[in-house]
């Protein structure tokens, strides 16, 4: 029963196969013999979509000096199926190619598609273009398709605009707006506004017959869509100021970042050794590119917010701040200093200066005992809550100058620098550690790092009184309507204003101080510039030279952080790129010839080599 | 006692003779689909056409081979054959070589291996085996879950290479299981699931719930002789959903679709007790059905999101029609439609198709080298390539049934099935009946491991059929 049952099973099976194979015979019949709809779209024509590309937006200072403009540039294509025989030595020598490039390249032409264009040669010069459009004719199957190349008319700021690149696979994976051959912003500002400068590819469609040729535009161009142009965006930088920054720093390691404390805007951005941008657009970019990164020197490295530095003395002002916020000093307290910091078997020396000295006196010659007893005082006297809660305590506040996080700056890759958990130090010292242990931080040496432009911030919300909005790049976007309003919000640090003044007052004395004082060099007639010196120790070679200053000092224009690497004492070369830096913005021109001369000239890529 | 056999006289010619012709076939629409004026020999060894050439040769010598192999080796060595295809697979997701976006191949030397083609023949091999056993009962659990292991596995192992197309192959040994009489219930309720799948990608939530609501209701009516307390149970249950609704009014405005979730739960509560005190296990059947589906509805549109990849979604949704958009998913078919319309009754000729040829037809050698028959051959060439494969599997069916062991019977039917499925999958997605999930048409598609694969299943079932009188009954 059951079997005879199952056996009627195969008329089912049977009859579901026949029904399917008439529904297909029945619906082949609909589209092959009864609808004419596809006989039409196939005999006379195919859609053809040719994408056009949209200019780049340009980019500008804050004085709308053009940085980034377009240049036209031609890739070559090729449909191998419109090939005729042709003279291979003579399109070598247009092009400037080899034989076997052309072999190469006809063959991977040939096994993508024979009948869709594929690239030939991209990016033909100008001057090959124009002997090539000439001599066209005489290849019949290639044509040549625009596109627009970056170029950049003063060699300046290359860290700070990026390149722009064929997107790679990920991309295209990952976003359907990229197809294979696009360009797309690689780094810097061409990353971070990527969106904005890159426009919207339009299309034109149009109607090919069987044999590839163009026979005009589908449904009178109903379906085409212009490109739109990228949208131009204005910098805060000032492309003069970069200029100089970047000369002051020829044949120097190192940053310079400067702020318009008032806005948050940066005015220059530097990081040496540098290139010329235009290395990294066009056809040699891949070989230019390389290059670059073999070179021990890491020209493509953004130190100025990738470099994490020990901050040295400079982090001596911080430390008085948060000394008198938890009120564990205050501007009378004394300390002496017997050429460093002494107690038990620890000894932590210093420079021969005046003694006993008050804060002011401290910070004007950068007295490391003053800022043991002020760091240990921080730790074990802000309240009876411990070593950890005082501590945390006073991460917080660095925190919140911008030290230890990513401050939100508008580039990618920013870094966020070194201030630890108390857990750090727990794990390392097995919970019994005390105040001694970690009072090289006291002068910016020891487990913390910084960025220069973490530096340049913090400089920015003291120059304020108390506050700093986040170091940005972006001045104006073409088509909206100002920038991300995150860029125009007030963030207060941990420090009350009050604290502020004797602090300045201190830096003011250490340029404008008598003897003693650490950073007269920086000085410059008619502007009271406040600063700090800093040395770090550099145990693989000389010193690196630091400076922190912003000036005038009572409506502060510009805040500054000079890195140099192996420059030895703060006082010796960062004081005065500095001291220069804000000649440069704040008069416009540099008077000093003689004291710019020593900067220009000196070469310290030699004490690099040392190590 | 065993009767010899002559090989000669007992394998079945038809299906040897509807085999060549569709192969030879094959091989003439991959030399037009991507005919080169350079390279115009078809035996042209750097061209597709003269490497298929080669495999059609293997395959000869892979026949050859076959026949000359004792037809009981194959169910002796079902398991083996299944478990070490199920090691290649293994094989293939770790150290595999990605083509196309599926991790399906293995390269060894120049030469390049696709398991999963194969893994459909070593599954029908273990599948024929198991289902053959004496005393076999397939509604026992444990062997319907055995069943589902020895089919899912291999299935699931192809899915996670990203080759969903071929693993949904699997699917068609429901065919088998059906023949082998599996309950048309179970073939309902996976029915069902399909309609319900389509229903919850392309209806809101709610109507979906409601229509199974529906169904529910509908199968509580035909299944009981009383049908008034049927109506009582549906009239229960649509004051449950007033009660409800009043009260999600009055306090918790929620939408009406917690209302209807509210309600089944309760619904589903008091007659689970019913059917409790009655005994009357089709209830229970009923409810586990209802709350199922709702849970299925749930989870399809949570798996849709989260485990097809992108292109996957757009076909389906392309094929519901959610989505329109003819330089995207669509573009394809609409390129395939076009070619295939464009052959019109006669079809432009051999070698005359541009469609194909000129690449506005994707994979036309080999996902889509159906196009290139309509084109050229037009519906008259379409309807003889159908009608020959209708042929073959007819011709197939008969030979099943004609066999004395349940071993060669299920094996011929897993032929029919894969077959089935791949012609009406392929054919199907060029003429927009059926998704984009590329897998080859048999005997024609470009490429050796298919073609092998293909040739392998049949003929291995040509070999056993040709033995059918060595067993005595």
Redesign the interface.
Known sequence: MQQVSLNTRKYVVISIIILIIIIYIAKLFSIQVLDNQYKTSASSNVLRHITQYPVRGLIYDRNNHLMVYNEAAYDLMVIPHQLKAFDTAALCEILDVTPSYVDAQLRKAKNYSRYKASVFLKQVSAMNYAQLQEELYLFPGFFTQTRTLRKYPDPIAAHVLGYVGEVNDGIVENDKYYKSGDYIGISGIERAYEHELRGQKGVEVFMVDVHNRIKGSYNDGEHDRSAVPGQSIQLTLDAELQAYGEKLMQNKIGSIVAIEPASGEILAMVSTPTYHPNLLSGRQRGVNYRKLQLDSLKPLFNRALQAQYPPGSTFKVLNALIGLQTGVVSVQTEYSCYYGYHIGSFSLGCHGHTSPLNLIESIQHSCNAYYCHVYRNILDEASDAGIVVNYQKWREIARSFGFGKKLGIDFPFELQGLIPESKYFENIYKSAWNSLNIVSMAIGQGEVLVTPLQMANSTAAIANRGFYYVPHLIKNIEKENGIDPKYEVKRYVGVDEEHFDPVIEGMYQAVHGGPGSTARFAKLEGIEICGKTGTAENPHGEDHSIFIAFAPKDDPKIAVSVYVENGGYGSVYAAPIASLIIEKYLIGEVKRGWYEERIFNANLLSREKKD | MRRRINIYRDIDWVTVLLYFILVIMGWLNIYAAVY?EEHNSIIDLSMKYGKQMLWIAASILLIVTIMLIDSRFYAFFAYPTYLFVIFLLLVVLLFGTEVNASRSWIVIGGFRLQPGEFAKFATALALARFLSAENMKIHKFKNLLSIAVIIFLPAALILLQNDTGSALVYASLL?VL????LSVSVLLIGFFAAILFIMALTLPVLYVLLFIVFVSCVLLLLLFEAKKDVLKGIFFFLITVGVLYLINLISLDRSFMWVLIASVVTSSFVLTIRALIHKIPILFLIIAITIGAFAYTFSVDYLFDNVLVAHQRSRINHLLGIESDP?GAGYNVN?S?????????SGKGFLQG??T????VPEQSTDFIFCTV?EEW??MG??VV??L??ML??RL?VLA?RQRSGFSRIYG?AV?SIL?FHL?VN??MT???APVIGIPLPFFSYGGSSLWAFTALLFVFLRIDASRRELLR
Not at chain 2, 337 to 345: E, H, L, N, R, Y
Not at chain 2, 357 to 360: L, N, Q
């Open positions: 080169n065919i059906y023949r082998e009489g330089l390129q439609k076009i070619a295939i319309g464009s052959g019109g009754f541009t469609q040829k000129y690449d506005f309509g037009g519906f379409t309807t159908l009608l494969f209708l599997l007819i069916i049934e039917y029919v089935f009406a054919v199907g003429i927009g009946l």
